[in-house]
């Protein structure tokens, strides 16, 4: 370096030039996210595809309220629209709120520069182009720039690149060339974990990595959720059914009657012209009584309280969820995305295993506690020990607080007299210390294996036993160290540097450092193989360390070649019909950036796949972001929770597996709801289409059809939704984004109870024709409660559908079911004694009530009977 640049870098900037430089490049500020406002969150909720076919039956049904004067049959429409939405806004606007406490940034944490020659400290916010910005251990770098000076410079970039411990240096001959980032370069959110530096500010705010990374989280995702997608196709396909029955009915009655009207009576004056037009309202409102019977109102409500009931369920699960659907978004996901570092492994560097000389224990003890610059802390939330400094140094002293020795102790009770930091250019930490032990002067050294060896005496087939040793750690991707002493007399020179370089030393043996997997992991990845979920490790580390965290957790086998995995560099190079081809098969992508796992997760998309992506660092928030579900982690990094969907609080990869079997027995939930309500819509449908042959009155009121469709359904969907997840489901294989949220055995039941059920209804409806009163209001009123009592009984069954468990096999289920019941019962009696012309009934006796409520248990005592049948034959073919 020039003797100019030295004298440009120890001044620093001017006042003038910090100005111009704000002025020029901006602020060192990142832009916040842009919360939607109150009223957009809510309007958004009236996107949901069924809630826009419930406001164009709630558009009719205003019209014919206008013409009747009689409203009671929009409010109930309107009532339920306002529900659903509602419940859905209060619940994502409260998990906004809790959202936004993540958002603080410590953007007033002091930083020093030096400036007008000068060395000053100021907050983080005001640092600019051009800053000289002096870095120390333990801090946070405040933006991206160039190194003019590193001694012993190692830097934390887990929240960028996963990597807990990077070399930098300003010496050419020493950069990492398969590095992430340069090794001359630091940048903003990365820490300072050992040595110190010196930098130029190359880039501030939103111009940073960090910053871009994080401006990539905040763009709109416009992925729609596999239960929207599902959700559209069945309010489409119900909006069509609906509005086709209702237009042909309008069009076939009214026709009929008109054609009556006109052969027997001639137009002359405006009173057969009235005649007319109450024959058309008539039809009008019976067709617009098929639409609202057609739309199923209670079905928004009963798939927000499904999933707002699992979002405070699921919290207990160390499931924070943010974004209600992604509660059952996780039970469709085919392949997780997921971070290494603090997702799969613990975030600590720890000493995997060790080959001492068991004679020397005091040495080695002391060795560690006074040649090193690290410290322990205790974590009171956590109530176990983490470390500030080097985290190899940091897994030693965790080491030797393990085998019940105290290192502060050891460390004080030496007199240190010299001390050389480790540097990437010497590779070794030597220091001279007047050992309390032994009252002798020792030197301690640790460093890399090879070369602390070199400086001990060992005879060839000690180095060969060693070296095999080391090989076999570092194939499984894990660093090591060597550690040795001699004896130094007081007389003898001071410089570290020239003792060790004497040689002469007895080495004490080596230890194997790494970053271990969580204990739960191997389990949850094999749960999730099982379920048919591919899992891809997404990391920034080396190669030979992601692919042996992917042997440790089972997912990379003997079988697997090349083909399974990239680096970063490599995966940008391909183009998107190469990379096509291979995203399904890959399983580690090492030396990724945040741009390479956005690219994945998009590929993967277009492949048909329900992508989850998993992470901590701000590196994976574009990915979270752009995923059908981004789990961050409750210990990661603001910017990564604010793109996700859901923060696992536990830091658990076990918690996704759990968020998994949540999913899928939600949407089992919900299809059970969808079979119970549809049942009652192919029912009432066609109860008021065929009803219109037998009289003049509708069989069922609009005001009765909203009673059955909304404050009905709204408990049945409490107690569905409540139903207990099972882990049976996680021994199925995911649905497919195409598959219909009906199958072939839900339409099978809805259809077929449905006829039995209609068949009962219309012999009912033609029974009362034939008695005297014909269709008057209190044989309406038994032909009301009936179908109201046939849905009932058919909740139990509803609510084991999917399975061949009786209604009683678990008790708590069966309260639940009973306790629900009792209030649609309840309801249904007010209704019938207090409804009066509102819902056109009347008081029924005692004797009525037993016989239709005992008359129509036989729906339940029937499915019990199928479902033990069912239980026998698999359990003689299973025997």
Same mark, same amino acid.
């Given at each position: 370096?020039?003797?100019?640049?030295?004298?440009?870098?120890?001044?620093?900037?001017?006042?003038?030039?910090?100005?111009?430089?704000?002025?020029?490049?901006?602020?060192?500020?990142?832009?916040?996210?842009?919360?939607?406002?109150?009223?957009?969150?809510?309007?958004?909720?009236?996107?949901?595809?069924?809630?826009?076919?419930?406001?164009?039956?709630?558009?009719?049904?205003?019209?014919?309220?206008?013409?009747?004067?009689?409203?009671?049959?929009?409010?109930?429409?309107?009532?339920?629209?306002?529900?659903?939405?509602?419940?859905?806004?209060?619940?994502?606007?409260?998990?906004?709120?809790?959202?936004?406490?993540?958002?603080?940034?410590?953007?007033?944490?002091?930083?020093?520069?030096?400036?007008?020659?000068?060395?000053?400290?100021? +907050?983080?916010?005001?640092?600019?182009?051009?800053?000289?910005?002096?870095?120390?251990?333990?801090?946070?770098?405040?933006?991206?720039?160039?190194?003019?000076?590193?001694?012993?410079?190692?830097?934390?970039?887990?929240?960028?690149?996963?990597?807990?411990?990077?070399?930098?240096?300003?010496?050419?001959?020493?950069?990492?060339?398969?590095?992430?980032?340069?090794?001359?370069?630091?940048?903003?959110?990365?820490?300072?974990?050992?040595?110190?530096?010196?930098?130029?500010?190359?880039?501030?705010?939103?111009?940073?990595?960090?910053?871009?990374?994080?401006?990539?989280?905040?763009?709109?995702?416009?992925?729609?959720?596999?239960?929207?997608?599902?959700?559209?196709?069945?309010?489409?396909?119900?909006?069509?059914?609906?509005?086709?029955?209702?237009?042909?009915?309008?069009?076939?009655?009214?026709?009929?009657?008109?054609? =009556?009207?006109?052969?027997?009576?001639?137009?002359?004056?405006?009173?057969?012209?009235?005649?007319?037009?109450?024959?058309?309202?008539?039809?009008?409102?019976?067709?617009?009584?098929?639409?609202?019977?057609?739309?199923?109102?209670?079905?928004?409500?009963?798939?927000?309280?499904?999933?707002?009931?699992?979002?405070?369920?699921?919290?207990?699960?160390?499931?924070?969820?943010?974004?209600?659907?992604?509660?059952?978004?996780?039970?469709?996901?085919?392949?997780?995305?997921?971070?290494?570092?603090?997702?799969? #492994?613990?975030?600590?560097?720890?000493?995997?295993?060790?080959?001492?000389?068991?004679?020397?224990?005091?040495?080695?003890?002391?060795?560690?506690?006074?040649?090193?610059?690290?410290?322990?802390?205790?974590?009171?939330?956590?109530?176990?020990?983490?470390?500030?400094?080097?985290?190899?140094?940091?897994?030693?002293?965790?080491?030797?607080?393990?085998?019940?020795?105290?290192?502060?102790?050891?460390?004080?009770?030496?007199?240190?007299?010299?001390?050389? #930091?480790?540097?990437?250019?010497?590779?070794?930490?030597?220091?001279?210390?007047?050992?309390?032990?032994?009252?002798?002067?020792?030197?301690?050294?640790?460093?890399?294996?090879?070369?602390?060896?070199?400086?001990?005496?060992?005879?060839?087939?000690?180095?060969?036993?060693?070296?095999?040793?080391?090989?076999?750690?570092?194939?499984?991707?894990?660093?090591?160290?060597?550690?040795?002493?001699?004896?130094?007399?007081?007389?003898?020179?001071?410089?570290?540097?020239?003792?060790?370089?004497?040689?002469?030393?007895?080495?004490?043996?080596?230890?194997?450092?790494?970053?271990?997997?969580?204990?739960?992991?191997?389990?949850?990845?094999?749960?999730?193989?099982?379920?048919?979920?591919?899992?891809?490790?997404?990391?920034?580390?080396?190669?030979?360390?992601?692919?042996?965290?992917?042997?440790?957790?089972?997912?990379?086998?003997?079988?697997?070649?090349?083909?399974?995995?990239?680096?970063?560099?490599?995966?940008?190079?391909?183009?998107?019909?190469?990379?096509?081809?291979?995203?399904?098969?890959?399983?580690?992508?090492?030396?990724?950036?945040?741009?390479?796992?956005?690219?994945?997760?998009?590929?993967?998309?277009?492949?048909?796949?329900?992508?989850?992506?998993?992470?901590?660092?701000?590196?994976?928030? +574009?990915?979270?972001? =752009?995923?059908?579900?981004?789990?961050?982690?409750?210990?990661?990094?603001?910017?990564?929770?604010?793109?996700?969907?859901?923060?696992?609080?536990?830091?658990?990869?076990?918690?996704?597996?759990?968020?998994?079997?949540?999913?899928?027995?939600?949407?089992?939930?919900?299809?059970?709801?969808?079979?119970?309500?549809?049942?009652?819509?192919?029912?009432?449908?066609?109860?008021?289409?065929?009803?219109?042959?037998?009289?003049?009155?509708? +069989?069922?009121?609009?005001?009765?059809?909203?009673?059955?469709?909304?404050?009905?359904?709204?408990?049945?969907?409490?107690?569905?939704?409540?139903?207990?997840?099972?882990?049976?489901?996680?021994?199925?294989?995911?649905?497919?984004?195409?598959?219909?949220?009906?199958?072939?055995?839900?339409?099978?039941?809805?259809?077929?109870?449905?006829?039995?059920?209609?068949?009962?209804?219309?012999?009912?409806?033609?029974?009362?024709?034939?008695?005297?009163?014909?269709?008057?209001?209190?044989?309406?009123?038994?032909?009301?409660?009936?179908?109201?009592?046939?849905?009932?009984?058919?909740?139990?069954?509803?609510?084991?559908?999917?399975?061949? =468990?009786?209604?009683?096999?678990?008790?708590?289920?069966?309260?639940?079911?009973?306790?629900?019941?009792?209030?649609?019962?309840?309801?249904?009696?007010?209704?019938?004694?207090?409804?009066?012309?509102?819902?056109?009934?009347?008081?029924?006796?005692?004797?009525?009530?037993?016989?239709?409520?005992?008359?129509?248990?036989?729906?339940?005592?029937?499915?019990?009977?199928?479902?033990?049948?069912?239980?026998?034959?698999?359990?003689?073919?299973?025997?």
């Amino acid at each position: 370096m020039s003797q100019n640049t030295n004298e440009s870098y120890l001044h620093g900037l001017s006042d003038q030039q910090v100005q111009e430089n704000r002025q020029k490049y901006g602020s060192n500020l990142l832009t916040p996210p842009k919360r939607p406002s109150m009223w957009k969150l809510y309007l958004e909720k009236f996107q949901d595809p069924v809630i826009r076919v419930l406001l164009v039956a709630a558009f009719f049904s205003l019209v014919i309220s206008i013409i009747e004067s009689e409203y009671a049959e929009t409010i109930g429409i309107f009532f339920a629209i306002f529900l659903a939405t509602g419940i859905g806004f209060y619940f994502e606007y409260d998990a906004n709120k809790k959202f936004d406490l993540l958002n603080a940034v410590g953007e007033e944490t002091p930083v020093t520069v030096i400036r007008n020659g000068k060395v000053h400290e100021i +907050p983080k916010k005001d640092i600019v182009v051009g800053d000289i910005v002096i870095l120390n251990t333990g801090e946070e770098v405040p933006a991206d720039g160039v190194l003019l000076e590193a001694v012993s410079l190692q830097v934390n970039e887990s929240t960028l690149t996963g990597e807990l411990m990077v070399n930098k240096t300003t010496d050419p001959a020493h950069f990492d060339e398969e590095a992430t980032y340069p090794s001359n370069t630091v940048m903003r959110g990365t820490t300072i974990t050992d040595g110190h530096g010196i930098m130029k500010v190359e880039r501030v705010g939103d111009a940073t990595e960090i910053g871009k990374v994080a401006r990539q989280a905040t763009e709109q995702n416009l992925e729609e959720t596999p239960l929207n997608i599902q959700l559209s196709k069945l309010a489409s396909l119900i909006g069509k059914i609906g509005f086709t029955i209702a237009a042909l009915t309008f069009i076939i009655f009214t026709s009929k009657d008109l054609y =009556h009207y006109l052969s027997v009576t001639e137009v002359n004056d405006w009173h057969q012209w009235l005649d007319i037009a109450r024959i058309v309202l008539k039809y009008f409102m019976m067709a617009v009584t098929l639409i609202v019977v057609a739309v199923p109102e209670g079905l928004p409500m009963s798939v927000t309280l499904s999933l707002a009931l699992n979002m405070r369920r699921m919290l207990k699960t160390n499931n924070l969820v943010r974004k209600m659907h992604a509660c059952e978004t996780m039970g469709a996901i085919t392949v997780i995305c997921t971070d290494k570092t603090g997702t799969l #492994t613990q975030n600590q560097m720890q000493v995997y295993e060790s080959q001492l000389k068991d004679e020397d224990t005091d040495l080695i003890a002391e060795g560690i506690a006074v040649n090193s610059t690290a410290f322990l802390e205790e974590n009171p939330e956590e109530k176990k020990l983490s470390g500030v400094g080097n985290p190899t140094e940091v897994a030693l002293l965790l080491w030797l607080n393990g085998q019940g020795k105290d290192y502060i102790t050891l460390r004080d009770n030496a007199k240190i007299v010299n001390q050389l #930091t480790f540097s990437t250019e010497r590779k070794y930490m030597a220091t001279l210390a007047d050992s309390s032990l032994k009252n002798k002067r020792i030197l301690y050294i640790k460093g890399a294996p090879e070369i602390v060896m070199g400086k001990c005496k060992l005879d060839n087939p000690q180095i060969a036993s060693y070296n095999e040793q080391l090989l076999a750690y570092q194939n499984k991707a894990m660093r090591t160290l060597g550690i040795a002493y001699r004896y130094v007399d007081p007389n003898e020179i001071t410089d570290c540097a020239e003792l060790v370089n004497q040689g002469g030393l007895n080495f004490l043996g080596i230890f194997a450092i790494s970053d271990p997997i969580r204990p739960d992991v191997p389990a949850a990845v094999a749960k999730c193989q099982s379920a048919g979920i591919g899992i891809k490790i997404v990391t920034g580390d080396t190669p030979g360390t992601a692919t042996e965290i992917a042997r440790q957790i089972g997912l990379w086998t003997p079988a697997d070649t090349e083909r399974n995995r990239i680096t970063g560099v490599e995966f940008a190079a391909l183009s998107d019909e190469e990379a096509l081809d291979r995203v399904l098969d890959l399983k580690v992508m090492s030396r990724a950036r945040p741009m390479d796992k956005q690219r994945l997760v998009q590929l993967l998309q277009k492949k048909g796949a329900v992508v989850a992506v998993t992470g901590d660092g701000t590196n994976d928030a +574009p990915a979270l972001n =752009h995923a059908q579900v981004g789990l961050s982690m409750g210990s990661g990094t603001s910017v990564a929770k604010e793109a996700s969907d859901i923060t696992l609080l536990d830091d658990s990869f076990h918690s996704i597996a759990t968020a998994v079997m949540w999913g899928r027995s939600l949407y089992k939930n919900i299809q059970r709801f969808i079979v119970f309500q549809l049942t009652i819509n192919v029912v009432a449908l066609c109860s008021v289409l065929l009803g219109a042959f037998f009289g003049t009155e509708l +069989p069922l009121t609009v005001t009765q059809m909203l009673w059955v469709n909304l404050i009905m359904d709204t408990f049945a969907a409490m107690a569905l939704a409540s139903i207990a997840p099972s882990m049976d489901v996680m021994n199925e294989k995911p649905r497919r984004q195409s598959d219909f949220i009906i199958t072939p055995s839900m339409r099978t039941n809805i259809f077929g109870v449905g006829i039995g059920f209609l068949v009962i209804l219309m012999g009912l409806l033609a029974y009362f024709k034939g008695l005297p009163g014909g269709m008057d209001v209190h044989h309406l009123t038994i032909f009301f409660t009936i179908f109201v009592m046939l849905q009932f009984w058919n909740l139990f069954n509803a609510s084991v559908f999917g399975t061949n =468990h009786s209604i009683f096999k678990d008790a708590s289920h069966a309260l639940g079911m009973l306790g629900v019941a009792l209030i649609i019962l309840v309801g249904q009696i007010l209704i019938v004694c207090f409804g009066g012309k509102v819902f056109r009934t009347e008081p029924l006796s005692l004797t009525e009530w037993g016989y239709i409520i005992g008359g129509t248990s036989f729906v339940l005592w029937i499915g019990e009977i199928i479902r033990a049948i069912k239980r026998k034959s698999n359990s003689t073919k299973n025997s």
